[in-house]
């Protein structure tokens, strides 16, 4: 868990702006998602990226976008059109392999909470 | 595409009793199943997973078990403690060797309360 980080921990937005959470890990893994996870909702796929420039979207893409331009980096823009933004935003990554040694670690997190 | 239930959605118990969580799975072509504890505020944490080709997986007091038939796998605790309280997630996946990967579908989540 520890080669995954997300930075801020905490974001405030204002009504009308884009924000960009960050996601970088250490693991040398090649398959990254991002989570949004609600009370009572459990944790709904956004986007998910298999290998470095390409990603897909996941059950509730709309109002987001991403990029992978690194292996180790998968930033995540909340963009004005998604309507109800606030929630905690989790970072994950897997090796992608298949392998006994495939697991999903998770990242720390980002609170976003919209003024 | 798959779709995982999971409950109880909340759970308490006395310390010292077990408790078992239960999920259900809709895909039959999944075979991995993990299982995950969040405390309050914190990352999702892999307590356990468990492959298709098993049906029991245990370490220390956290078991896990698995019936392809039903398609439903449960979470067992045993000799809880307050430290278990938190949130479990179950998921279901498909897991591949050298292939492509299938996503992890969620459940909702079970709060665990523990009393002292």
């Known amino acids: 868990d520890g080669g995954i980080t997300q930075s801020p921990k905490y974001l405030f937005r204002k009504e009308g702006q884009n924000v960009t959470l960050s996601c970088e890990q250490n693991?040398?893994?090649?398959?990254m998602y991002w989570y949004r996870q609600d009370p009572g909702q459990g944790l709904r796929l956004i986007y998910y990226?298999?290998?470095?420039?390409?990603?897909q979207k996941g059950d509730i893409a709309e109002g987001y976008s991403v990029s992978r331009e690194k292996k180790e980096s998968f930033p995540l823009t909340v963009t004005s059109a998604q309507k109800n933004p606030t929630a905690f935003y989790l970072c994950?990554?897997?090796?992608?392999?298949?392998?006994?040694?495939?697991?999903?670690?998770f990242g720390p997190g980002t609170r976003l909470t919209v003024l | 595409g798959e779709n995982v239930e999971q409950h109880p959605s909340t759970l308490s118990v006395q310390e010292g009793d077990s408790a078992v969580i239960k999920c259900t799975y809709s895909d039959s072509a999944s075979n991995y199943f993990p299982w995950y504890k969040q405390e309050l505020g914190k990352r999702p944490q892999l307590i356990i997973d468990i492959r298709s080709n098993v049906g029991e997986k245990k370490d220390q007091r956290i078991a896990v078990t698995l019936n392809k038939t039903a398609k439903h796998f449960s979470l067992h605790i045993t000799e809880t403690q307050p430290e278990d309280s938190a949130v479990y997630f179950c998921?279901?996946?498909?897991?591949?060797?050298?292939?492509?990967?299938?996503?992890?579908?969620f459940g909702k989540g079970t709060k665990l309360s523990v009393k002292p």
């Open positions: 994950a990554s897997t090796s992608g392999q298949g392998d006994l040694t495939d697991t999903q670690y």
């Open positions: 693991l040398n893994h090649d398959a």
């Open positions: 998921a279901a996946s498909i897991r591949n060797y050298g292939g492509s990967q299938g996503n992890l579908i």
């Open positions: 990226s298999q290998i470095v420039n390409d990603f």
